[in-house]
């Protein structure tokens, strides 16, 4: 590429305000120049620390910091790349800022130095989203499951089905191209082995429960029941603070109040919920439905009991009781009737908002769903819709594949399914498909 048509970027790489060091990236075949420029010396020895005083082009000096030197194509972005190890603050970054406009460097857009390295070669799509997913991350899940990611586990997942596809499509092709005695034995049935085995695959992979989005996203936990029974006291009480209103008129709450919690690594979004009942009332009704939206949509729910309604259960909310809910009964504190042992099938949790009595069960009982839910077996798990609609593409090709009355139509939705796999990745070449076929047949020899 030549010097002009590649810009050179710079950015405030460790994020605004004030800060004890604050690191600038620099990159692109300015780089060098602009170090060289700003030190008034040569440029250092690559990949080390140096000390060096910094000066604007009027030589009044910008700052004292360390610098780094990372000559292409071993550095980030596969450019040179320069880092700029200043004092963090308002002044020196504008200075800063200032002085590399004036060398011609521009800023960079959002994403652009990951995006460089993806176009160099560095990585692949699914490591380059790993990186914003790791920068993002709130909890140590999340955190875990971004480094996965970036070391690579789905690249490698899916650059291996993406092979066996392309060798697939490449005796299809070659069966449908060249006479049948020049070809190894049992060709057809052989790919056809492979395609079912790899839709079978797929299938697996996709049947993953969604813990992996699940994980980025945080796991939806409702708070349901009927009126009055506590349920905004117990999201209180769970998030430390006053989030919600309490009162101890029944139809208190009529929005879902939403707090985010870090349970034992795994990030919880926890909704409290409008009390659950037939109503005249138009606001409350809308609550009402926004509870039954969320009860839907939720990936755990924690449906509510009242310990002073007892015997009664509330016909409502056991409705809302299905095999994964967890069944509580709160204001244990005032309780008349015997606690029950199990509401429906499910074991009941009894405590109470107000003195905190239980709370510990029900946040174990919490996060040991979330466990279950956001781990799973420990097989890579599908992270992003992006990767799912590929994959359900990918397989569905295969499908047709598999019931394709000739090997051209076959070849046609293997051809389909690899570029589906390919897009995830980013890797979407003809010229590895002819190396496949040169190397396998001898074409022309
Ligand atoms: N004794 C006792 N009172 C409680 C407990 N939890 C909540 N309350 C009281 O019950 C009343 C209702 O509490 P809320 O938390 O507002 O109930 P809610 O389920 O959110 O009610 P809605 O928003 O109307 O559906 C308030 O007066 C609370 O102080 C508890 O564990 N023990
Ligand atoms: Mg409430």
């Not at 936990?221 to 603070?241: C, D, E, F, Q, T």
């Not at 310990?307 to 204001?331: R, T, W």
């Not at 029900?362 to 279950?372: D, F, G, H, N, T």
Request: glycine fraction near 10%.
């Amino acid at each position: 590429m030549s010097l002009l048509s590649t810009k050179t970027i710079f950015a405030l790489a460790s994020g605004g305000g004030r800060a004890g060091v604050a690191v600038y990236r620099l990159s692109g075949p300015l780089a060098g120049r602009a170090l060289a420029a700003l030190t008034g010396r040569a440029l250092p020895e690559a990949r080390r620390a140096s000390r060096r005083r910094l000066r604007d082009a009027d030589g009044a000096v910008l700052d004292d910091g360390l610098v780094l030197w990372f000559p292409g194509p071993d550095s980030f972005t596969g450019e040179d790349v320069a880092e700029l190890h200043l004092h963090g603050g308002r002044a020196v970054a504008q200075a800063i800022t200032e002085a590399l406009l004036t060398l011609g460097l521009v800023p960079a857009e959002p994403g652009e130095f990951s995006r460089r390295a993806f176009t160099a070669g560095k990585f692949d799509l699914t490591q380059a989203e790993a990186i914003a997913d790791l920068v993002d991350a709130e909890t140590t899940a999340q955190r875990r499951q971004a480094l996965r990611q970036l070391s690579g586990t789905l690249t490698r997942l899916y650059d291996d089905w993406r092979e066996r596809l392309l060798r697939c499509q490449a005796h299809l092709e070659a069966e449908i191209d060249f006479s049948e005695e020049d070809l190894p034995d049992g060709l057809g049935t052989a790919a056809r082995a492979t395609l079912a085995r790899l839709a079978e695959d797929i299938g697996g992979h996709l049947a993953d429960g969604g813990r992996g989005e699940r994980l980025r996203d945080g796991l939806s936990v409702a708070i349901l029941g009927a009126p009055n029974v506590g349920k905004s006291s117990l999201l209180n009480r769970i998030a430390g603070r006053d989030a919600a209103i309490v009162s101890s008129l029944a139809g208190t709450t009529r929005d879902i109040i939403e707090v985010h919690l870090d349970l034992g690594g795994y990030p919880v979004i926890l909704a409290d919920t409008a009390g659950l009942r037939e109503t005249a009332e138009a606001i409350e009704e809308e609550g009402v439905r926004r509870a039954r939206a969320r009860a839907e949509s939720a990936d755990l729910r924690i449906v509510v009991f009242d310990a002073e309604a007892l015997p009664n259960l509330d016909a409502g909310s056991l409705a809302l009781l299905e095999e994964q809910a967890i069944a509580v009964v709160n204001k244990c504190d005032r309780k008349t009737a015997p606690i029950p042992q199990r509401i429906g099938a499910q074991p009941v949790l009894a405590l109470s908002a107000e003195s905190g009595a239980g709370m510990e069960a029900l946040l174990a009982e919490v996060q040991r769903r979330a466990a279950v839910l956001l781990e799973g077996s420990g097989a890579p798990a599908i992270t992003r819709a992006r990767h799912r609609v590929a994959l359900q593409e990918t397989e569905a090709a295969l499908r047709r594949a598999l019931q394709a009355g000739s090997a051209e139509l076959a070849a046609e939705d293997v051809r389909l399914a690899a570029r589906c796999l390919g897009r995830i990745t980013g890797r979407i070449d003809v010229e590895e498909m002819l190396d496949v076929i040169f190397r396998e047949f001898c074409i022309g020899k």
